[in-house]
Every structure is written in C-alpha cells, then in structure tokens.
C-alpha cells in the first residue's frame, strides 16, 4: 500500500501537530521541515552551521530534542528534528559547494562554478553524523513504522 504524500494543503499556522500527530506525514527528504509546529519554533532557534563551532553545538542540541521526542513518544517531534539535521547537513553543503548558497545562476538558470568553503564542508559533516544517527536509530525506526501504519496507509 502507497504511503500518503506530505499534505501542503493544510492550514499549517493553526495546527499544532503535537496535539494532532493523525495529520502529520512523513513525506521525503526535508518536506514540511519549516511548516510543521510547534516542533519548527522548538528546533529552529538552535539550528546553525556558519562555522564548526556553531554546528558542533547545533547538532548535538537538536539531536538531544530528538532523544528528548522520541522518550516522548512523540514521533512528529522526532522527524523534525530528523529533517532538521538533514537540513543542516544538506544547506551546509551548499554553502560549502558555492559562497552565495545559489547553486543556479538566477538570470539564466545555469549551475554556477563550484567553490570549496572547508569550514562549511566540514559542518556539513558534523550535521550528516547526526543525521544518520537519527535516521538510523531503532527507536526512531520503531516510531516511524507505528506513525506509517497507523496514519498513512
């Protein structure tokens, strides 16, 4: 049976999905990782990769919350901190990848020249450890197959 796609049709500013995980869906990658509350105002103030530092405290805080949701038992929770870590890992290498964080030239739509930014390469790596930690952890896989099975069949 096909899982339900992300649901962008809902009136994300008055749904708190801690009180309504039944409208939560997992969807791919990072969707819905600046919509979904209350766990977007929870995660976003914490999330930073300029610099090593600021990644290396970032991931751990974020990946604390995801230990913290998951104990919780509050599987939306955890999956946004899983996409949070993903975000960082997926932005961080962009800005690694080209200074600007633009990977496509705005006027004519080409890719823009490669830069390499080892402080925002390495960021990129402290989010992406953490990332697949979560993405991987037992109980996270456990949560997320309940989640499945009770909402998005």
């Given at each position: ?20 995980p039944e409208l939560y869906r997992v969807g791919k990658g ?124």
């Amino acid at each position: 049976m096909k899982r339900r796609p992300f649901d962008y049709s809902l009136d994300f500013a008055d749904i708190s999905f801690r009180q309504q995980p039944e409208l939560y869906r997992v969807g791919k990658g990072e969707q819905g990782v600046l919509l979904v509350e209350p766990y977007k105002s929870e995660i976003l103030p914490h999330w930073r990769f300029k610099s090593v530092a600021e990644a290396t405290e970032s991931s751990s805080k974020i990946y604390q919350m995801f230990l913290e949701y998951l104990e919780a038992e509050d599987f939306p929770g955890a999956d946004m901190a899983r996409k949070f870590l993903q975000m960082g890992w997926t932005r961080a290498r962009r800005y690694a990848n080209h200074r600007s964080g633009r990977k496509y030239d705005k006027t004519t739509g080409e890719l823009l020249p490669r830069t390499e930014d080892a402080e925002k390469a390495k960021s990129a790596e402290i989010f992406y450890k953490r990332y697949i930690a979560a993405r991987e952890n037992a109980e996270y896989l456990r949560q997320k197959q309940r989640h499945l099975d009770h909402y998005e069949q």
